[in-house]
């Protein structure tokens, strides 16, 4: 494949697809792209958020970047289809995506999985990215250089009981971004997956620092921390950004090093649910 035309570090007037883009990682994926002169289109189920966000991203654009914004359901082939003509919108091309929408369910051990909460967590994860690779495969080869982060999680490839089917989803996630770095390799196209441990975002707010679980992710992360947002984004930028030209197929954690031992401890939301009450499964950020 020869050497992309584009000066290493620039991405200026580069047009990425960010899903999931209104707040938590998503977010910090598009204002870090922003800010390096990327060209941003944004979507989520919400309207009002995704525009909040877009106002807050757009003064701190760099040389040629830019941020759009468009609500729409990366579960739904229309919608996504739809999103991805609007981000064609601003440049004309496509030459990068980076699916980040996803999420978990309610928890509950396999013999006590709700089927049809199953295949929603399913639909959300695999099917979305699936969708999202569809209908910008062919923009990205155009483009000649482009690139696809998904983003996986530690739970993809680390057991997280209780987990139910985020926990395949994520895997799900990981073996089609490695057969799509085989299909598109010689089509010039990168498809890369990243694996964020505990993120600090909005809904992880809901594990309460005083709590076993929390301390369950302290334990068991060598850096003795949580990461942030900005973290990931870090990595996304990378991975969509000419540096990273020579790297597809990848799988990469951004975790702290949490790896390395044993996933996190939700048994107290499980009897939780079981006693009537219903914390926070494990959605966005509670990778």
């Known amino acids: 494949m020869p050497m992309t035309e584009t000066p290493p570090g620039d991405i200026a007037g580069r047009s990425v697809l960010v899903t999931g883009g209104g ?3 998503g977010y910090a994926c598009a204002e870090r792209l922003v800010r390096d002169g990327a060209v941003v289109t944004i979507c989520g189920r919400d309207k009002d ?15 040629g970047g830019g941020v759009h914004f468009i609500a729409g359901d990366v579960t739904d082939e229309a919608s996504v289809q739809a999103v991805v003509a609007k981000a064609l919108e601003a440049t004309g091309q496509l030459d990068a995506c980076i699916a980040n929408a996803g999420g978990g369910g309610a928890l509950a051990p396999y013999h006590a999985q709700d089927t049809g909460e199953f295949l929603r967590v399913l639909h959300l994860n695999v099917l979305g990215v699936m969708l999202c690779v569809k209908h910008t495969a062919k923009h990205l080869v155009r483009s000649g250089s482009g690139a696809f982060v ?63 679980t929390y301390r369950s992710y302290i334990e068991n992360t060598p850096l003795g921390d949580v990461g942030q947002p900005e973290d990931v984004a870090h990595l ?29 401890d939700f048994s107290p939301f499980v009897v939780a649910t079981a006693t009537g009450l219903r914390p926070p499964g494990p959605p966005e950020g509670a990778r």
């Open 49 to 63: 958020r995704l525009e909040a966000a877009a106002r807050r991203i757009a003064p701190q654009a760099g040389p």
């Open 23 to 25: 707040s938590g990682i």
């Open 236 to 264: 996304a930028r990378f991975l969509i950004g000419p540096e990273s030209r020579w790297v597809t197929g990848a799988c990469i954690n951004v975790d702290g090093g949490h790896h390395l031992r044993r996933g996190p």
């Open 150 to 212: 998904a983003m996986s999680s530690i739970a993809g490839h680390l057991t997280h009981p209780h987990f139910g089917a985020y926990c395949v989803g994520k895997a799900g996630i990981e073996a089609m971004m490695r057969n799509c770095a085989d299909e598109f390799g010689p089509s010039g196209v990168r498809f890369n997956a990243i694996r964020p441990g505990f993120i600090a975002t909005e809904i992880m707010e809901a594990v309460p620092r005083d709590s076993a």
